[in-house]
Nanobody, 127 residues
Framework: EVQLQASGGGLVQAGGSLRLSCAAS????????IGWFRQAPGKDREAISC????????YYADSVQGRFTISRHNAKNTAYLQMNSLKSEDTGVYYC????????????????????WGQGTQVTVSS
């Protein structure tokens, strides 16, 4: 059974940091690109970041560039999203997703590109 388990969310003050984890099981983790998305109340799901399969290429939304860092540890079947300098607009439910094909600059932001999704973890940034 394929599972993606996002964790690490919580309540943090503006300017603070959190590290989200995405633990995977049931598929060959190293063969999948991992994306992070977030959804704020009343808004569409927004692509935040993606890390590719083999070359470790990373992509970031403009809104988080320079503040968030995506990484992966294939031996642990886990991906991470380090979030620094958090702002109130970063509040939302954060989801990780997995996709076995190579994603590009034009495709990584599309939720429909991803095969598997985790259940989400809530991040609340207080101002």
């Amino acid at each position: 059974e394929v599972q993606l388990q996002a964790s690490g969310g919580g309540l943090v003050q503006a300017g603070g940091s959190l590290r989200l984890s995405c633990a995977a099981s049931g598929f060959t983790f190293r063969d999948y690109a991992i994306g992070w998305f977030r959804q704020a109340p009343g808004k569409d799901r927004e692509a935040i970041s993606c890390i590719s399969i083999k070359d470790g290429r990373t992509y970031y939304a403009d809104s988080v560039q320079g503040r968030f860092t995506i990484s992966r540890h294939n031996a642990k079947n886990t991906a991470y999203l380090q979030m620094n300098s958090l702002k109130s607009e970063d509040t939302g439910v954060y989801y990780c997703a997995a996709e076995p094909t190579i994603l590009t600059m034009s495709t990584w932001t599309r939720p429909s590109e991803y095969d598997y999704w985790g259940q989400g973890t809530q991040v609340t940034v207080s101002s």
